[in-house]
């Protein structure tokens, strides 16, 4: 039977939410069908009237004039349903539904993000600089190409109308091209930030407890055949009834909190202890008592959204911030530890 470990890389992760670019990409092609007929009416018009050199070089007008500045406008349009891709937040598409946790070893972490950066590379793949510019090359050989053939009459049947199927041709592959382009820093990159994030937090809680023999969880959400992430956490069990818990509050329905699991005299009398805290005092952080299935348990939580997995400026950060984030944790969890001992 295999480890959790074991299940946690073999499964396959919904890490991208590419809900809003599908959307963007029916919109393109509604649009791109829409001017497909519409312009090959239009060249059909020109193409139904006698060649002449104003005919010509209206046909020829057209095509340049049109074609150029579509193809870069479906470039930034591709570039735009690029900025839509976001990390899959579970909070927003599977809030209500049951988590299942995986225990992971702290080293095994790396192959855990090692998994994920191979699903994520898909959409990490380089744009064709060049692209454009041999996409204008195109349209204006079409162009001439297409006017030359009218105006000469060398063929029984008029080509021109097929101008507005190569210009969408064109221009859908431009708006491809932008769509791989990559503004700034790539989901590879992300992920590697965000395992850093999550390996210097976990770091710094274990130099606390260095003989707590914590345990890492992952909590995911099966959602069909895939899994979203919502979660990680770090349990540590500190005396036979004291159990401690640390969540990252990785997804947009999850705050950052710690969660003591104690009998209800050690509850009560922590609760007091812990309510003159810094941090509570400040109003940063919110401390309670909340009745359980399993009893009462104390909880600890961020009211100020720090980390969010759909928001990448939470943990793409300086060195300085990631630091001043495990120092502040680090301090919590010295606290909690120095009233229940």
């Not at 943990?315 to 300085?320: A, D, P």
Request: aromatic content about 12%.
């Amino acid at each position: 039977m295999m480890g959790d470990m074991e299940v946690a890389v073999r499964l396959k992760y919904n890490l991208i939410d590419s809900w809003d670019a599908k959307h963007q990409h029916a919109l393109i092609l509604g649009f791109s069908l829409l001017i497909l007929i519409t312009y090959t009416i239009f060249l059909w018009f020109i193409c139904s009237m006698v060649p002449s050199l104003l005919t010509t070089l209206l046909l020829l007008g057209s095509q340049i004039g049109l074609g150029l500045p579509a193809t870069r406008a479906y470039y930034d349009f591709g570039v735009a349903a690029r900025s839509m891709l976001e990390f899959y937040d579970s909070g927003v598409h599977n809030s209500s539904d049951s988590v299942e946790n995986l225990s992971v070893n702290f080293g095994e972490l790396s192959l855990l993000f090692e998994r994920m950066n191979m699903q994520a590379a898909k959409y990490d793949k380089d744009s064709l600089d060049d692209l454009n510019d041999l996409a204008w090359f195109m349209i204006i050989v079409w162009s001439l190409i297409s006017s030359i053939v009218f105006l000469g009459q060398f063929s029984r049947f008029s080509i021109c109308p097929y101008g507005a199927l190569v210009l969408i041709i064109v221009c859908l592959v431009c708006y491809y091209n932008g769509f791989r382009t990559m503004s700034s820093t790539s989901f590879e990159e992300e992920l590697d930030h965000l395992e850093f994030y999550v390996y210097s937090h976990i770091s710094s809680i274990d130099a606390e407890l260095p003989n707590a023999n914590g345990i890492i969880v992952l909590q995911v959400i099966k959602n069909r055949s895939n899994y979203s992430i919502v979660d990680f956490l770090i349990e540590y069990k500190l005396q036979k009834e004291l159990t401690l818990e640390y969540h990252m509050g990785l997804s947009s329905f999850r705050k950052e909190r710690f969660i003591l699991k104690a009998p209800v005299d050690v509850i009560e009398n922590v609760y007091q202890k812990m309510k003159e805290f810094s941090v509570v005092q400040q109003g940063d952080w919110t401390i309670e008592q909340v009745t359980t299935q399993s009893g009462k348990i104390l909880r600890l939580a961020n009211q100020k959204k720090i980390l969010d997995i759909s928001e990448k400026n939470t943990f793409i950060l300086g060195l300085s911030n990631v630091k001043k984030s495990t120092e502040m944790v680090s301090g919590i969890i010295r606290n909690i530890v120095e009233i229940v001992q």
